[in-house]
């Protein structure tokens, strides 16, 4: 009966201590600072506190904001699997045998990881196991890191990583979380708190400036925000177009259904490699409710970047205050953000009236500290100064005996664009005949017009040319048929009576840029 009783005893306690022999512990010492978006070294102590297993696969679990400085030796330890001395990342100890462990980071050691981390461990024989440094997007953008196959027999591990980012947020407290699968098929976790302080102490002075440039149909509009170095990283950012600068009517199909890829972003911080963030895209998508006076048209824009840095930032557009908000901002330290807003295959996002001005912006830091409003210069491309206008020149005749001939002259901006249209509009007393067009499937020929041209329509009364080519310069005969006088003028004239005679001319440059101008004043 009594080796019964031993037997059931054994029996009864055998599953607990098979599922305990890994009981993990984990122990941050942050002795060197524990400054909000500082980069001190960071200290972990893994313990087992088990005889009977070791560490097989670990892996850690950062917090949101706490990164590794993936831009060692500028980037250049993510091109090669091999440890080399300038990309020593941190370095310890690892139990029972007391054998040095040194940590360096490699080139990622697939395509789903951002990087790498060889851990060499020095005992009787030296072994290097990689380890993977992915990022995890979700509940928010922070980093994992993964070893797997450890040499057995390791039941603790006590290293210091150096130059480690802390968070800049003390909105809650960061958690380290880590879970370790024992070489006996046991998987357990732990979790340390990651001291935080000093948020309130950041600084954090973006600035902004935008360039916009003319091109045919529209405009490119660039937006580049740039921060200081240690700055507190952004959580929000809001701005507004810069002035005379207007949505294009082209874009009216991302608010019908439509998702239409309008622009690039390219991020950089001072921790990733420049290539990290710097093929992000802009997609719009939006919808039009006729019924919902207050928000007739709705959308948003979201800036996406390509795995492995695989991030989305969503961006509602507030019609009534006329800006662009990107919410929920990950907490990365950030050099420059830059939106260029190139358009669809349709045409450009935006069209420009050449006005001077600035552009505005609302910055919300990660700290927690009020929002930041700051403006910036807008710099126009394509745009002719007020001085810089063509040349042009009219004149009439024959209208004293009705045969009226108007000769017109014009030459591109000295230094400027080429002519690409002209747009004629004849005073009062003249005017231009449909009846001396001849058009076939949309080209038309006019009777009584010379001088080089691609094509002639009347819009409103005025004669529109569009050169076959773009010109420096042109000259125009226009006479019967095509230019008509009225009697009225002719009895005038003959009675000499002199009316203004002004003729107005719109001349259209490569640029796109259309440029209104009045001769024989």
Partial sequence: MYGLLVVAAVIAILPASAGAAISPTLTLNQSTGITAGSSPSTGFDINTHSSIDSIRNLTFDFPAGFWLDLNTDGGGCLSSSAPTPLCEIGAGVSTPNNARITLYLVAPPSLSYI?????????????????????????????SLTFSNIEEGITDLNFTLSNTRLPSSCSSVPLVSLQITGWGGTTAPAVAPLSLAGCSSLTFAPSIAATVTKQPGGAQVQVAIKFAPGDAAPSAIAFGNPKGVK???????????????????????????????????????????????????????????????????????????????????????????????????????????????????????QDGNPPVKVTGPV???????????????????????????????????????????????????????????????????AKGLSGKRKRVRLVGGALQLTFSHPLASASLVVRAPLLVEARALERELKANVVPSLPIRLRITLANGHSIPLTANE
């Fill in 115 to 143: 990087a790498g981390v060889a851990l060499v461990i020095a005992g009787k024989t030296t072994t290097t196991v990689t380890g993977g440094l992915s990022l995890v997007t979700a509940p928010a953008p922070a980093l």
């Fill in 247 to 365: 949505i294009n009517p082209i874009l009216a199909p991302c608010f019908k259904g439509v998702i239409c890829t309008v622009g690039t972003v390219a991020a950089e911080s001072p921790l990733l490699p420049a290539a990290a963030l710097n093929t992000g895209t802009l997609t719009l998508a939006g919808s039009i409710s006729a019924g919902t006076l207050s928000q007739q048209i709705t959308g948003s824009l979201t800036m996406t970047f390509p795995p492995p840095y695989q991030l989305s930032v969503l961006g509602p557009i507030n019609l009534q205050e006329k800006t662009l908000n990107f919410l929920s901002l990950p907490d990365i330290p950030l050099s420059a953000l830059v939106f260029t807003f190139t358009g669809t295959p349709e045409g450009p996002a935006f069209t420009t009236a050449c006005v001077p001005g600035a552009i505005a912006a609302t910055l919300v830091p």
């Fill in 379 to 445: 710099t126009n491309v394509g745009c002719l100064p007020p001085s810089a206008k063509p040349r042009a020149s009219a004149s009439l005749s024959g209208l004293v005996f009705g045969h009226p001939k108007l000769v017109v002259h014009i030459a591109r901006p000295q230094g400027g664009p080429d002519i690409t249209a002209l747009r004629i509009t004849p005073p009062a007393g003249l005017a231009f005949s449909r009846r001396a067009l001849s058009c076939t499937a949309g080209h038309c020929l």
